[in-house]
């Protein structure tokens, strides 16, 4: 008969399997583990450029999708121009915040964007005179009205235009939210009336801080 | 015919002082706009008729919520109680 080993040795044996099973295992787990995660990021990379997507123009006309800003942080709007109050102070608002982040030279990028409600009144023309009044890098986005249409209902904003007076002149009621999205186009945060500057500036930082970006 | 460019922000801001104006003499009247005609006037001719309109809601809405306020905290009657 073949020669039996001494119990020691088959001891030896016995965990040199073990542990090569054990070590086979933990690798075959880790490899599904990163398929699983690779899976998951590429979803997300599809969620986020297809969630909240927008079709619109700038006010120099130049096309604007979402993915022209991805690699930089967004905050964004949606108002018009005729609006009595809550506009111009809502932006007042961004505006500050913005410069506030703007003084720490070491945090990334920030874009404030301005997306009208009023796409029959607020063509670039009008859109360039509004934002003059506020931070010089707001940028103004207009369209169609089936373009701006789509682009507040991917951001599900409210947007109802009130009856005409004997001017033609009328507001348009919309959701009053500033939209933080990151530089791979998803959802961070969004902010109402009454978050003031600082707290938003606060706010977009702590994002800022917390931020992991999506590997390639 | 104007109303058709956006106010500029010195004509917003010329119609919001308009309107603080109008509304302080108001809270100082107690609310009778018979004694804030001239203001009222002024008000109506700085700002948009639809600024005009959603001002005057506001206001509405304002002294109602203050209402709801005060009332929430003032005490119950004790009427009749042992």
Known sequence: GAPRLPLRQRLAVAGAVAGAAAAGWLYLRQQKERQRRSRRLQQLRQVALGQGDFQLQDTAGTPRSKADFLGRWVLLYFGFTHCPDVCPEELEKLSRAVELLERDPALPPLQPLFVTVDPERDDAAALARYLRDFHPRLLGLTGTPEQVRAAASAFRVYVSAGPRDSDGDYVVDHSVLTFLVDPDGLFRDCYGRSRTAEEVARSVRGHMDAYEPLPP | ?82
């Open chain 2, 1 to 82: 015919c104007s109303g058709m460019a956006a106010p500029t922000k010195a004509e917003r801001k010329a119609c919001w002082g308009a309107r603080d104006e109008f509304w302080q003499c108001l809270d100082s009247h107690g609310d009778d706009a018979a004694k804030c005609e001239k203001l009222r006037r002024a008000f109506e001719s700085r700002c948009p008729q639809q600024w005009v309109k959603h001002f005057d809601k506001r206001r509405d809405f304002l002294k109602y919520k203050k209402k709801l306020e005060t009332e929430g905290y003032s005490p119950p009657e004790a009427a009749g109680k042992s």
